[in-house]
């Protein structure tokens, strides 16, 4: 299967779990958010034991279900597969830069990153917050980012973030949001990097 194919697989698997969730909140059976995090566990083990979808989203499911299964309503299971639905559905690439950074952001909070906004003050000099490369963070700045977008939406200066822990796993959020990440060199800096978003190139026929 090409990556094209898996990612609509991937795509549909969480389509047809968000319409399952939706119909069992109008039928009343899901009323609270720890009801629907059940639920959706419950959805995922069944379609994990009776083989539901193809064999290449099988790490999705597994995935999805230890998050369930560990973290409870903390694992926001139904944000999860929203994100999976949008990224893999194209629907995401259509938002501007912003949105499409603001969503990353959130989407690594919501699976464990400490996310923080730093000032002039936090970011660098005698009273700069001190980063553990053992913790998965991601630390903007916050001049950068006023001076990052323009009023549509749209990035127009490089922004400067630091990050530690698992980067890896960062990029691939990012990169599913249409943004990717570049070591930066920078005196006095540690775990400095640029996010920049991913340009479409134009349609030419």
């Known amino acids: 299967m090409n990556t094209d194919s898996l990612t609509l697989q991937s795509g549909h698997l969480a389509w047809c779990a968000l319409v399952a969730l939706h119909l069992s909140r109008q039928d009343g059976t899901v009323n609270s958010d720890a009801q629907a995090s059940l639920f959706l566990t419950r959805w995922l083990a069944t379609a994990q034991k009776q083989r539901l979808f193809p064999r290449e989203v099988a790490p999705d499911i597994e995935w999805l279900l230890k998050k369930g299964r560990t973290l409870g309503v903390n694992a926001k ?5 929203d994100y999976l639905w949008r990224s893999c559905t194209g629907e995401l690439s259509a938002q501007n830069d912003m949105f499409r950074l603001t969503y990353a952001l959130e989407t690594a909070r919501d699976t464990g990153w400490v996310y923080r906004v730093l000032s002039d003050k936090e970011w660098t000099g005698r009273h700069a917050i001190t980063l553990s490369a053992d913790v998965s963070g991601v630390y903007l700045s916050r001049s950068s980012l006023e001076c990052a977008f323009n009023e549509e939406g749209g990035q127009i200066m490089p922004l400067m973030v630091r990050l530690t822990g698992n980067i890896a796993g960062f990029e691939t959020v990012i990169n599913r949001c249409g943004w990717r990440s570049e ?14 978003a991913v340009k479409s190139e134009p349609d030419v026929t």
């Open 77 to 81: 299971l139904g944000n999860k597969l």
């Open 183 to 196: 070591a930066s060199a920078c005196d006095g800096l540690t775990h400095l990097y640029t996010l920049t």
